[in-house]
């Protein structure tokens, strides 16, 4: 469940105080994983922020995530099959939540979050799907990561 990644990557923290102009919302994305045979496998459960609702040069400054292109792509596949090389591939699971905010981003509490009343927004400190920034903030993450070991 997603929501239960949120809480071990430790995604935010509660604040007593928000800046109300800058709380964006969020809301709960809910989905049913299906074996093949149509039973149900899993209900999950993800948190997105409405990240529409954020301003530039405030919530956020840069967006942009370096994305292959698909020709590249086939390029480089019919040059490791022609020379025999093998391919390898990886999925990075809830791979936004392992990216640090530079900015300061608040968003209001989650529907059917219950907190003490003295609470009154929360401080993202990892990025969250739905966020303008989040792409970016992955891919920042994993360039550090792959550089640390060598690449």
């Known amino acids: 469940m997603q929501s239960s990644s949120q809480c071990d990557f ?3 923290f509660v604040q007593p105080s928000c800046p109300r102009t800058r709380a964006i919302g969020t ?3 809910f989905k049913i994983k299906r074996k093949a045979d149509g039973s149900i496998e ?3 459960a993800r948190l997105v922020a409405k990240g529409f609702r954020q301003k530039y040069g405030i919530d956020y400054t840069e967006t942009f995530s370096p994305v292959v292109k698909y020709v590249t792509l086939r390029m480089v596949i019919a040059i490791s099959r022609h020379f025999g090389w093998p391919i390898d591939q990886l999925d990075v699971v809830t791979a936004f939540l392992y990216g640090v905010m530079k900015e300061q ?4 509490i989650p529907e059917g979050v219950e907190l ?3 609470f009154d927004c929360l401080e993202l400190v990892k990025a969250i799907y739905g966020l303008k920034q989040a792409l970016r903030v992955w891919n920042e993450t994993f360039d550090e990561y792959v550089c640390s070991i060598g690449f």
Request: hydrophobic letters at 45%; aromatic letters at 18%.
């Open 10 to 12: 430790a995604v935010c």
């Open 27 to 29: 809301k709960w994305v």
């Open 42 to 44: 899993k209900y999950k």
């Open 105 to 108: 981003v608040f968003c209001v």
């Open 116 to 118: 003490d009343s003295t």
